[in-house]
């Protein structure tokens, strides 16, 4: 092809910063650009001070910089309609549609669509009543799962164990709306119990290219105890994803949810994340979300050989079906360096050192997710700040690499989890 590609990936943490080093080292790239990105995209693209969500200003440079890709990392952009507004400036974009988000914006949508497409899901129902929510749950006992059908930030989920807490639940939801609108609409489903996996699909409406598969540590604490967050850590590829499980979901849920997406007149084009609970009979869905995960974005690219970049035109013009990609036979472990407080309240500004050494040692990549640079130094600026990547012959070997950098690196106000991956290699070395 003649002169390189000009790209803009949305958003500004550790996801972009492991697409924006992906990217980086294609042959294919003239320039890279992040909006508004962080310290480390800074160190191998050009940041620019717009938010994500301000769509008007992102398409404008875009148009200005003849950006010949837009990569959007989070939801909310997606969501609120940037792919609609780039397609209206002729501008490929590899995400949904506004109309398409709605797989990971509205909780009932995915459940009708799966009903629909025959998707195996859990069984459910949905309720703009309080007083017919609770009806519903004494008749179908605990443990039982309230979802907000709207967007959360991530916290409208709750598995109730016991019919009190699931009263509890609807009560916040629906009569104190404590999450305002997205809470309007409940959907109460069935639990469903099992390892839980996380895979990827790149899309172009018709086709799904496999990205790979890994598993999330949500909750705060070692041994999954405290409250849920964005993601303490993850590993890829988990034990317990085989794979003939892999090729079931591609086949059994990704592939129809996008013929479904086809045959409603809204495909789907970009990151496709499916969260599955692995059960006796095989994966079931637990939600669609239309971004790549994070902390799973920066623990699978590393496994990563081949370029990407080819792969993600591909989805923007519907030529994925020749597009491929080729990952190592090895493993991978993120650990996510945190605020201590988090993900309640917690303080910013305090130095972080040893980052340049820690990301010298063998299979280590470092990702910036809520830092600042202030005077040639690194500081903390968000609750998740930093996400320490290995690779390895084996999860073993990641994950001690993974913490070997995690002690290298100096952080008076950070804290981990200092059990990712310990489950998953329990398990491998105890059932082989
Ligand atoms: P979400 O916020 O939609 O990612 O859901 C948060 C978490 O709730 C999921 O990762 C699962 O661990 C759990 N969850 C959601 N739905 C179910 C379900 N039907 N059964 C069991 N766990 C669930
Ligand atoms: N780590 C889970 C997510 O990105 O939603």
Not at 31 to 57: E, H
Not at 264 to 286: C, N, S, V
Not at 370 to 383: F, K
Request: include cysteine; charged fraction near 20%; charge should be negative.
């Amino acid at each position: 092809m003649g002169a390189g590609m000009k790209i803009l990936i949305i958003g500004g943490g550790g996801r972009e910063h492991a697409l924006a080093s992906a990217i980086a080292r294609s042959p294919l790239l003239e320039k890279l650009y992040v909006a508004p990105g962080n310290p480390g995209t800074a160190s191998i693209a050009t940041n620019i001070p717009l938010r994500a969500t301000d769509i008007a200003c992102i398409v404008s440079f875009a148009i200005e910089h003849q950006v010949d890709l837009v990569i959007p990392g989070p939801e909310a952009p997606l969501v609120a309609g940037i792919a609609d507004a780039c397609a209206r400036a002729g501008i490929a974009c590899c995400g949904p549609s506004a109309a398409a988000a709605q797989l990971e914006g509205s909780k009932r949508f995915t459940k009708e669509l799966a009903d629909a497409a025959n998707i195996p899901t859990a069984a459910w129902d949905v309720f703009d009543d309080a007083d017919a929510a609770h009806d519903y749950i004494e008749e179908m006992g605990a443990p039982i799962v309230i979802k907000a059908d709207g967007l959360a930030a991530g916290k409208g989920v709750v598995v109730a164990l016991t019919l009190e807490e699931a009263h509890a639940a609807i009560t916040a939801i629906m009569e104190d709306k404590i999450h305002g609108a997205a809470g309007a609409q409940v959907v109460i489903e069935e639990c469903l119990e099992g390892e839980e996996i996380s895979l990827f699909a790149l899309c172009d409406g018709l086709d799904a290219l496999y990205l790979g598969v890994a598993a999330d540590h949500k909750r705060v604490g070692d041994g999954d105890t405290g409250p849920n967050t964005g993601g303490m850590g993850a590993i890829s590829p988990p034990p317990w994803a085989t794979p003939a499980i892999i090729a079931d979901t591609m086949a059994r849920i990704i592939r129809p949810a996008l013929a479904e997406m086809v045959a409603r007149g809204t495909p789907f084009r970009g990151f496709l994340f499916a969260g599955l609970m692995l059960e006796p009979d095989g994966p079931k869905l637990i939600e669609f979300n239309v971004r790549f995960g994070d902390p799973e974005c920066e623990t699978i690219l590393p496994l990563l050989n081949s370029d990407l970049l080819p792969a993600l035109r591909a989805a923007t013009n519907g030529t994925l079906a020749t597009a491929s990609l080729t990952w190592q036979n090895a493993a991978s472990a993120t650990v996510v360096l945190c605020s201590r407080g988090y993900p309640g309240a917690y303080a910013t500004g305090g130095e972080i050192y040893g980052l340049e050494e820690a990301a010298r040692l063998p299979g280590v990549s470092i990702f910036h997710a809520g830092t600042m640079a202030d005077q040639g130094g690194i500081l903390a600026n968000g609750g998740r700040v930093l996400a320490i990547n290995a690779t390895g012959v084996g999860l073993p070997q990641a994950v001690a690499r993974a913490y070997a950098a995690v002690d290298t690196i100096e952080w008076s106000d950070g804290f981990c989890r200092r059990d990712i991956g310990k489950r998953a290699i329990f398990l491998s070395e105890n059932l082989s």
